[in-house]
């Protein structure tokens, strides 16, 4: 099937397998993520341990996200799409077999290296096998399934581990991951690479440093950013303020609610024009610096009114991102984009908490919130004055 008639085919069938590996990678990034540090019977015996446990994942897909998106425009994003997730299996069922702290570690640098080539392979077929017109709808969706991922993995992944341990939710995710990929063996369809010209890495650079890739790529690593300190620090303010697990559970439940609830409809928006990227960007980075500013208020309402609106800000960049990404990059490089911004994403989630950390460690936590919330609104701020700027009389 060509890209034409692919496009042209019913939208569900080949792109639910797609959504869900969207989801396979957020519930494995954040399932066991969330679950490593209370069992020291599974080989996590302190902090250190824990910490690097937790960067391996995520510095394989620092690491790997270009290079799999650049492979992706070469040869195909289905093929390292179904690759990277038979890889992720594989990658879940070593360490089930095994059962032994080095293949714990194995098995995460194995699964961060595998999403490296699915994630950023789904995002390249989720625009080509829509038109532009559908983009807006396409990525929304595709990041309401990723959202549901996050949401779901601490919880579920918390279930299977008081079930069975960690061995348990490896096997889920081994069987997960074969099963995404047999689903988009079947549904996916062939869409070739296109022919592309010689690229030099001058060429590289600059495509790269426009400011259609950069603006919309700062915007999601921000965006990725507070998404981060919310669900990492808004239980510790909540605790401060002397609540229960409960309530700040709650809390990071409905930061990840209203990023998943907003995403399809500030798609939907893009799409009928009834919302320009550039404005909803604005929009969600100003939300969300202002949800950043409430997690500075103390007590129950600061937070879940934080939680609500950094999930809204997040919400209105993500699919608003990738989708002016998409609209603004040739064809044949959209593998080689999703990567980088990926990548722009990845360097988000780890320095938006430490940026926050940084200064809360000689402030307070709240000065950590500002300093955030304040890099975050400079974007707009600066948007706003160059605007706003006279232009000199021409002599």
């Not at 994942?57 to 620092?62: F, I, L, P």
Request: net charge positive; glycine share 12%; charged share 10%.
């Amino acid at each position: 099937m060509t890209a034409t008639s692919a496009q042209q085919a019913a939208p569900a069938a080949r792109m639910w397998p797609l959504y869900a590996a969207g989801f396979t990678t957020a519930f494995g990034a954040h399932g066991i993520a969330a679950n490593l540090g209370g069992h020291s019977e599974d080989a996590v015996t302190s902090l250190l341990v824990l910490g690097g446990l937790l960067a391996l994942y995520d510095g394989a897909e620092v690491l790997l996200k270009p290079l799999f998106g650049a492979l992706a425009d070469r040869i195909g994003a289905r093929p390292v799409l179904l690759g990277g997730l038979v890889a992720f299996a594989a990658a879940s069922a070593a360490y089930v077999v095994a059962d032994s702290p080095g293949w714990l570690w194995a098995a995460r640098l194995g699964q961060g290296a595998a999403a490296s080539a699915f994630s950023p392979s789904a995002s390249a077929l989720v625009a080509r096998l829509n038109p532009a017109a559908r983009h807006g709808r396409a990525f929304g969706s595709y990041g309401f399934y990723k959202s549901i991922g996050y949401t779901l993995g601490p919880l579920l992944g918390g279930v299977l581990v008081w079930a069975g341990g960690l061995r348990l939710l490896f096997t889920v995710l081994a069987v997960l991951g074969a099963a995404v990929a047999l689903w988009a063996a079947v549904a996916v369809p062939h869409v070739p690479p296109l022919p592309r010209q010689r690229q030099t890495v001058v060429d590289l650079a600059r495509r790269l440093a426009d400011p259609a890739f950069l603006r919309p790529t700062a915007a999601l690593a921000g965006a990725t950013a507070a998404l981060s300190v919310g669900v990492g620090f808004l239980p510790v303010s909540g605790a401060a303020a002397g609540l229960g697990t409960v309530a700040t559970g709650a809390a990071v439940s409905v930061l990840a609610a209203c990023a998943a609830v907003v995403q399809p409809k500030a798609g939907r928006a893009l799409d009928e024009g009834r919302l320009t990227a550039p404005a909803g960007l604005t929009a969600g980075l100003l939300i969300t610096s202002a949800g950043l500013a409430c997690a500075m208020l103390p007590g129950l309402t600061g937070v879940l009114a934080a939680a609500a609106l950094i999930g809204i800000g997040t919400g209105l960049i993500t699919p608003l991102g990738f989708a002016a990404l998409a609209a603004a990059t040739p064809a044949e490089r959209l593998g080689q984009t999703m990567g980088s911004a990926e990548l722009g994403r990845e360097l988000g989630d780890a320095g938006g908490p430490l940026l926050v950390a940084a200064v809360a460690s000689v402030a307070t936590l709240t000065y950590g919130y500002a300093a955030l919330a304040l890099l975050l609104a400079a974007g707009p701020a600066l948007a706003l004055a160059a605007r706003r700027r006279p232009t000199p009389d021409k002599i």
